[in-house]
C-alpha cells in the first residue's frame, strides 16, 4: 500500500483486523496444517491459559480466523514431530514458533533476576532442590510436577520440599530454558522434559542473538501482526523492556520496516508496518476469545474499535458488569455485542448467561449475525443446541432470532 501521512480510524481498524488475518478468505474445506501456519504467520504466537469454562484459551484465536477446525492440527504443531511451536512466556503463557527459540533467549538467561519472585527465591534459597529437579526429569522424563514431588526428598527446618516447593523449581527451570513442555496431560498438566528431547536439534544449534537484534526481531514480529500500532503495544506483543523495546522501534523506522504515520484521536505515535495491507472491507462474523492477539492491549482496542473491554474472571460475582467469560462478537469491521458463555458439556448446551448490544450497533441486525455465530461456534464444540440468554440488553432480539433459526448460513 502506499504509505499515508494520516490514516483515519476507519483505515487503521482494517489494517489491524488484516494484519491479524481476519481479512484472509475462509477455507472452503476442512482446515489444514496449511491454514495453521497461515494463521501463525498472522499473529506470532498463541497466548495460554487454564480457563476451561468455554475451551481452552489457545484454541480459540485459530477458530476465529479459521471458523470449525481440527484442534487436532494445533496439538500437533505444539506436541508432535516435527514440532513448530514451544511452550514459553512470549505474551503471558504462549505457545511461540521454535523458530523464535534463539530470540527469547535473552529472557532465559535473566531467570534469576527477572523471574517472578517464588520462582527467584526457589533458585537461590534452595539451589538444591532446583538441581535434584532438574537431575529428575533428566532421568525420568517427561514428567509432571506432582510425579516429581511423589518421590521429592523432605528436609527438616524451615525449608519442607513440598508440592509448591517443586512446582516453583520446575517453573524457575521452565522461565530459564532447562526445561520445557513436552506435552499437556488430559488435565492439562505440563509434562516436563529436558530442550534437546523435545525440540528440533536445528533450533537449538541456531546462535543466540545479541539482545539487540533479538529485541528488534521480536518487535518486528509484532509490528507485522498489528499492522499499525503505537510503541506500549509493540512492547506488548512479547512483553519487552522498555529502552530494548524503544530501540528497537527507532531502528525498524530507520531501517524502513515501520512508518510513522498519524491517527486520530490517538495520544501516542503510531507506526505502521511495510507490509500493512488496507482492505477495502472486513466480512465475516466471529466471536473473539479474551486472549485474543487483536484485542491483547485494551487501549489500543478501544481507540480502534471504541471496545471497552476487560476481562472479568477475577471480579467478585456481584461486581461483574457483563459476566464471568465474555467474548466480544466481531461483525465486519466492528464489535457489535459480547456474550457471556458456558460450555455445559454434559448436557451439550451451549450455555449464555448474558448477551449485550455495543452502542450504535442494530439489536436486531446484530442478534441475527449472532445467532448463526453462536451456532457454528456450538457445532465446533460438540454441543447440540445453544440455549437462550438468560440476562442482557441483547437477550431479547439474540433470543427471537435462536428461535425463528433466521440467519442460518
Known sequence: MAV????????????????????????????TRRHLRRVLDRVGLIQMDSVNVLQRAHYLPLYSRLGAYPTVLLDAAAYRRPRELFEYWGHEASLVPVALHPALRWRMARA???????????AQEQPGLVA?????????????????EHDAPR???????????????????????????AERTTSFARRYDLPERVLPATVLAAPTPTDADAHRALVAIAARSLGVAAEPE????????????????????????LTPVRVPGWRHQAYLHTQARLPRWVRGNTLVSPFDPLIWERGRTERLFG??????????????????YVLPFLQGERFTARVDLKADRKARVLLMPAAWIEPGADP????????????????????????????GDLAGPLAAALASRSGVP
Not at 471496545?307 to 464471568?324: F, K, M, N, S, W
Not at 436486531?364 to 440476562?391: C, H, I, K, M, Q
Open 307 to 324: 471496545l471497552t473491554y476487560r476481562i472479568e474472571i477475577y471480579v467478585p460475582a456481584a461486581q461483574r458488569v457483563h459476566g464471568y
Open 132 to 148: 535434584w529437579v532438574r537431575d529428575e526429569v533428566a532421568a525420568r522424563g517427561p514428567l509432571t510436577a506432582a510425579e516429581i
Open 155 to 181: 528436609e527438616t527446618g524451615n525449608w519442607g520440599w513440598n508440592w509448591s516447593a517443586v512446582k516453583r523449581a520446575l517453573e524457575y527451570l521452565f522461565w530459564a530454558g532447562e526445561v520445557t513442555a
Open 4 to 31: 499515508p501521512e494520516t490514516l483515519s480510524l476507519a483505515q487503521a481498524r482494517r489494517v489491524a483486523l488484516a494484519a491479524q488475518g481476519f481479512a484472509d478468505p475462509a477455507p472452503t474445506a476442512v482446515p
Open 112 to 122: 534469576h533476576d527477572e523471574a517472578w519472585g517464588g520462582m527467584r527465591r526457589i
Open 234 to 257: 509493540l512492547r506488548d506483543y512479547f512483553r519487552l523492556p522498555l529502552a530494548g523495546a524503544r530501540r528497537a522501534v527507532a531502528e525498524l523506522v530507520e531501517a524502513g520496516e
Open 364 to 391: 436486531g441486525e446484530t442478534a441475527v449475525a449472532l445467532a448463526a455465530e453462536l451456532r457454528r461456534l456450538a457445532g465446533w464444540l460438540g454441543l447440540d443446541t445453544v440455549a437462550p440468554p438468560a440476562a
